[in-house]
């Protein structure tokens, strides 16, 4: 018997997909945003108010990642410049987008056209942690219904964003979420993360979201 | 519930290294996983008995590393291991912490003649 050391990073393939799904975007001048929550906190919503607050600015695509249906994308097809579902419900992960299911969605985009691309990953915390998919930046939505000990719960998925949205802040009288406690939660297991509390339902808060979207196209485009 | 891709990579890195080696048989593979990384042990094995078989990896051991979470304060930089979920210093009692090991997920080493 012989043992044959191979120390070797499980999750390489995904990894290895995701940067060259990265090296795509850029070449195409594309920016990426992966956006994950639970289900229901408000992903689809985000990206529709997003896309209809830089209409005037930025062409817009969107990937959706759902285990079934096509309702997302249904729902955003009107504002976006392409869409492309991708339903996970017979892949080898039905929980998570992973960069080999990007890759082929890309495929299908006009590059060219596009200056920035929303991933709607499937509504799960714990799950699209593990998996990087070439994206620029990593957003996670918790909404006030959901509770504010969530960061408590899933801490990694909150210490790899880099920003953190409260959605829903329009349900702020109605329901038992302790923002502050939120928010020192949130900078203890990251100080990096921008914290943005808005509200879809309202569009209040959503325009200061926009704005860091905007700042970050443009440092991209000066770092490359 | 996301082990199966996890399991197809685990297959395939350990008949790639052992067709390198010229191997006609896997007896067993080493993992090193960490504590926070989300991923099942039990689930692994699950998979890998239906995904192994009829390869040279078929009937291997999965030998577990399981790494233990550990933290790091980053205001008095203590290294601990966390007690509950609320991950605070148990020095200075600071909620502000960065993960240092507990998030590992590789193979370490493949047995095989």
Partial sequence: MKK???????LEANETIASRNRQLLNEHKVFCINIMSAPGAGKTSLILQTMKLLKDKLNVGVIEGDVASTVDAEKVQSEAQAVVQINTRNMPESCSLMAAMIESALKSMPLDNIDLIFIENVGNLICPSEFILGE?????ISSLPEGDDKPIKYPLIFIDADAVIVNKMDLLPYVDFDIAAFRRSIEGLNPKAE?????????????????????????????? | MHELGITEN???????????AQ??????????IGEMSGFVADCIQFYFDSLSKDTI?????????????????????TIFTPKDTLWACPECRER????????????????VE
């Fill in chain 1, 195 to 224: 914290i943005f509390q808005l509200s879809c339902k309202t569009g209040e808060g959503v325009e200061k979201w926009c704005f860091w979207i905007l700042e970050q196209i443009k440092a991209n485009v000066t770092k490359q």
């Fill in chain 2, 23 to 32: 191997a006609s048989k896997i007896n067993q593979i080493n993992l090193v």
């Fill in chain 2, 10 to 20: 685990i297959v395939n890195i350990a008949l790639t290294k052992a067709g390198e």
């Fill in chain 2, 57 to 77: 990896a078929q009937g291997a051991v999965l030998h577990f590393e399981l790494v233990p979470a550990q933290l790091r304060c980053r205001n008095c930089s």
């Fill in chain 2, 96 to 111: 502000s912490v960065e993960i240092s090991k507990g998030r590992e997920l590789f193979i370490e080493s493949i047995e």
């Fill in chain 1, 136 to 140: 620029h930046k990593r957003v996670v």
């Fill in chain 1, 4 to 10: 044959i050391e191979v120390i070797q990073n499980i």
